[in-house]
T-cell receptor, first 110, second 114 residues
Framework: KQEVTQIPAALSVPEGENLVLNCSFTDSAIYNLQWFRQDPGKGLTSLLLIQSSQREQTSGRLNASLDKSSGRSTLYIAASQPGDSATYLCAASNDYKLSFGAGTTVTVRA | DAGVIQSPRHEVTEMGQEVTLRCKPISGHDYLFWYRQTMMRGLELLIYFNNNVPIDDSGMPEDRFSAKMPNASFSTLKIQPSEPRDSAVYFC????????????FGPGTRLTVL
């Protein structure tokens, strides 16, 4: 069974600082890895999807890397803003099924 | 384009009552997923469908839970009878196999069973 872990559970940074969010998974035979954002009381918004054959994916200030051999993915958010405050979840896909980490709750202080 | 649509957004019911949650996936998507989110257990996959056929229901917690997908644009998750421990946020998601199965989530239904 795929186990996904996210460290740290919470993070508080001043505005402008770069964010580094970590995700690890136990089964390296993944189809893809997806990063989501969840605002309080809201649904999940897909941020980035990294295919198993890719090493990284970028969208604006967001960059996600994937190292299947070590079972790790990292989400980088450059020049953080208060609007980036949310919970970030990573999910590993095996056979079309997503296994989620518990998330990292980010607070960006103005 | 409309995203995944779920109804109702909030449901409050009493223990023992039947609850039906509804989902309309993104048009053209061939996979549909039902998830449950709780503080204790996080996000868990309950069941998923491919082309309206249930593929894996191993995450369904008990026989009280059932899900159907009568056509490509509609799915239901039913709980009968409901219990207080079923209180959670239930999400529906859909994806397209040809798009690397990137999953798109609905806004969720917050269920409270008293």
């Amino acid at each position: 069974k795929q186990e996904v872990t996210q460290i740290p559970a919470a993070l508080s940074v001043p505005e402008g600082e770069n964010l580094v969010l970590n995700c690890s998974f136990t089964d390296s035979a993944i189809y893809n890895l997806q990063w989501f954002r969840q605002d309080p009381g809201k649904g999940l918004t897909s941020l980035l999807l990294i295919q198993s054959s890719q090493r990284e994916q970028t969208s604006g200030r967001l960059n996600a890397s994937l190292d299947k051999s070590s079972g790790r993915s990292t989400l980088y958010i450059a020049a953080s803003q208060p609007g980036d405050s949310a919970t970030y979840l990573c999910a590993a896909s095996n056979d079309y099924k997503l296994s989620f980490g518990a998330g990292t709750t980010v607070t960006v202080r103005a | 384009d409309a995203g995944v649509i779920q109804s109702p957004r909030h449901e409050v019911t009493e223990m023992g009552q039947e609850v039906t949650l509804r989902c309309k996936p993104i048009s053209g998507h061939d996979y549909l997923f039902w998830y449950r989110q709780t503080m204790m257990r996080g996000l868990e996959l309950l069941i998923y469908f491919n082309n309206n056929v249930p593929i894996d229901d191993s995450g369904m917690p008990e026989d009280r839970f059932s899900a159907k997908m009568p056509n490509a644009s509609f799915s239901t998750l039913k709980i009968q009878p409901s219990e207080p421990r079923d209180s959670a946020v239930y999400f529906c998601a859909s994806s397209l196999a040809g798009n690397y199965n990137e999953q798109f989530f609905g806004p969720g239904t917050r269920l409270t069973v008293l």
